[in-house]
């Protein structure tokens, strides 16, 4: 009888580290040096008179591999606390696009109609171009993104998910 696969688990983990350099580079290096996958990162000071950094990463894998992401991680000298916020409760992620459409005539009437019904914001135009700003879940970024492909999308920069758990406690 062959074993069961386990099944393949998205999560949000959450890493407080000391802000010096290098430390991205390490915690990357752990992840591709063991054929990890990063579906998104993103990094900033949070703190500058404590020097801490907080990496937010999102990745996937089976429930096994995660805890031994999370334990590696905890591991790493740099790191302060790791947080898998997918496991430990309610949290908030968001992530900014900014998504740049061009055209004429319906197409651009379209594309406002569009951003409209999203809450995205204008936030640079031309005769033939608007860049859109917009905020939100991952997913709906990306149905704004495929709705926009057909009225003349030409470039697309996200910021990567940010993440921080609900409730007064911090990380």
Not at 5 to 17: D, G, H, S
Not at 73 to 94: C, Q
Not at 108 to 116: F, G, K, Q, Y
Not at 137 to 156: C, N, W
């Amino acid at each position: 009888m062959a074993p069961k696969e386990q099944p393949i688990e998205k999560r949000t983990i959450a890493v407080l580290v000391d802000n010096e350099p290098g430390v991205l580079a390490r915690v990357i290096g752990l992840f591709s040096g063991r054929g990890y996958n990063i579906e998104s990162l993103t990094v900033s000071e949070v703190d500058p008179e404590s020097q801490l950094s907080r990496i937010t990463v999102i990745t996937s894998g089976t429930a096994q591999i995660l805890e031994q992401i999370k334990a590696q991680l905890g591991r790493l000298v740099p790191v302060r606390r790791v947080s898998d916020l997918s496991m430990e409760g309610p949290h908030v992620e968001r992530e900014l696009a900014l998504v740049k459409v061009t055209g004429r005539g319906n197409k651009r009437v379209e594309s406002l109609r569009i951003a409209d019904i999203f809450r995205a914001s204008v936030v640079d135009s031309g005769h033939e171009h608007f860049v859109f700003e917009m905020t939100g879940k991952s997913e709906k970024l990306d149905v704004f993104i495929d709705l926009m492909r057909p009225l003349g999308l030409v470039d697309v920069s996200r910021t990567g998910v940010v993440a921080i758990a609900r409730g007064p406690k911090g990380l």
